[in-house]
């Protein structure tokens, strides 16, 4: 305990830690992490000394190839819709490991479809996004949480900032990261103190998915107060915050230059 101003102030163990050991010790699983945001994650989260488990619903060759790259990792294929696979990722976790610390929930998919038009965002449509951003989500998070309950763990959900304005690659896609966030605030409230649940919401970021994007980075660069798109290093930059950050629950972060503050 210090003092400072007059007043005793705590202080953080994960505050005194350098960059390279704040997830030291730590287990983290990280779904959809072969590419894109997940697998940047996953390289800040090894940087910083934790132990990660690397997921992939396809795209087998390049999960291995991510877990082969960490220091301590570990790859597994499985698909958070289907039944028993989440709770498979929890139980490689704990068998390499023994605990888990930290679930980032990547995983996610979407279709792009104009807002405009109505006649193709059908009930199919819907129902295969919110399998994966809020159903598959939900099953992954309650798989974890009595481990992360007992290391007083953390969730991060990667959301976006389409379920906090009206943007986004579709309207089914905007409706399950805004359904997405609320469960994030949801679950922050009754796991606690024990869990933490956070969510970031990025802008648009540079990734293989968007690497076509021209128009829509370029609405960005000229709309958001920061003139560019993102990079995966921004969205990892502030997954690792708040997976470090003790006394943080419940906010849904928007990572985005600014753009929701100028939409």
């Not at 986004?168 to 409230?189: C, D, E, R, W």
């Not at 933490?196 to 990734?207: E, K, Q, S, Y």
């Amino acid at each position: 305990m210090v003092w400072e101003l007059g007043y005793p102030t705590a202080v953080s163990t994960l505050g005194n830690l350098s960059d390279n050991d704040r997830l030291a010790g730590r287990v983290a699983i990280v779904t959809g992490s072969s590419s894109g945001i997940g697998e940047e994650v996953a390289r800040r989260f090894a940087t910083a000394g934790a132990s990660v488990l690397v997921n992939s619903s396809r795209s087998v060759d390049a999960g291995l190839a991510v877990a082969e790259s960490l220091p301590d990792a570990h790859y597994v294929r499985a698909d958070i819709t289907v039944e028993g696979d989440p709770e498979r990722l929890v139980a490689a976790a704990l068998e390499r490991w023994g605990r888990i610390d930290v679930l980032v929930n990547n995983a996610g998919t979407t279709e792009v479809i104009p807002h405009h038009e109505l006649d193709r965002a059908g009930v199919e449509v819907w129902r295969r996004i919110f399998e994966v951003n809020v159903f598959g989500t939900w099953v992954m998070t309650m798989a974890a949480v009595p481990k992360l309950r007992e290391q007083r763990g953390t969730v991060v959900n990667i959301s976006s900032i389409a379920g906090l304005r009206a943007t986004g690659s579709s309207i089914p896609y905007a409706s399950s990261k805004a359904a997405l966030n609320h469960q994030t605030v949801l679950l922050a409230k009754v796991l606690g103190p024990e869990v933490r649940v956070n969510a970031v919401a990025p802008g648009l970021i540079d990734t293989p998915w968007t690497a076509d994007w021209d128009a829509v980075r370029e609405a960005v660069r000229q709309v958001a107060p920061l003139k560019r798109s993102g990079r995966v290093g921004d969205v990892a930059e502030m997954v690792l915050a708040l997976a470090t950050s003790s006394y943080v629950t419940g906010q849904v972060l928007a990572v985005d230059g600014g753009l929701t503050i100028a939409l």
